[in-house]
């Protein structure tokens, strides 16, 4: 049996949802069109705020959070059906395209979902795709740096409060997401909890989702991330 989900509302969540076998899910960009007109549409219905995005080749990042239970699953079935439904037609196939089951875990607010934020936005990067993050069209990155503005996009407040000027808020991104990118310890600690779907922040944001949940959900060892201003 399949545990539930951890969705506290309120509370962002990294999502991550592949094609079935690790096949592509996009084609071409009126495909990636499609599908964020449906995530915009989605999301709308269901009472979510997207974070973040990164469209891939065979898969998606989301950031994304709700004020009720339930809302982030909800959108993800909505989703799933209204791009399935649009891309076999335009492709004149049938079956399904996505493995199933998204993939999903809480994200602290504190340090780490500006870490999140950044694994996102720096995906197209580590996979070759750009050289920059924001080269890369097919994210949320443009519309953090003030390229281009995706209305259906909600920057969190974690993100808005790394500074109350605009310009100095994509300079502080801009320089972010250039320095090195993420730390290897992030970014292994980051797949390691989309791998086990455990909650990443501080043990006492883990504990706290324990004792809501009634789950133990500290990780302890290698796979706990690291802070950083």
Known sequence: MRRPRLDIPGIPLHITHRGVNRA?????????QTYLLALSEAAAG???????YVLMGNHVHLLASAAVRGGPARMMQALGRRYVRR????HARTGTLWEGRFRSFPVDTDRYLLNCLAYIELNPVRAGLAVKAEAFPWSSVQHHL???????VTPHPVFLAL?????????????????????????????????KEQPLGSE???EALSALTGR???V?????????A
Not at 24 to 32: K, N, P, Q
Not at 170 to 183: F, G, M, T
Request: proline share 4%; glycine share 6%; hydrophobic share 40%.
């Open 146 to 152: 003030g390229l281009r503005v995706d209305p259906w």
């Open 46 to 52: 269901n009472g979510v705020e997207v974070h973040g």
């Open 204 to 206: 006492a944001f883990q």
């Open 216 to 218: 133990r959900l500290v």
């Open 24 to 32: 592509a899910v996009f084609r071409d960009d009126e495909d990636r």
């Open 220 to 228: 302890a060892g290698p796979g706990r991330p690291r802070t950083r």
């Open 87 to 90: 891309h076999n037609d335009r």
């Open 163 to 195: 500074a109350s000027a605009d310009a100095l808020r994509v300079s502080l991104w801009r320089h972010r997401l250039a320095d090195a990118a993420l730390a290897s310890a992030d970014t292994d600690a980051i797949r390691e909890h989309t791998r």
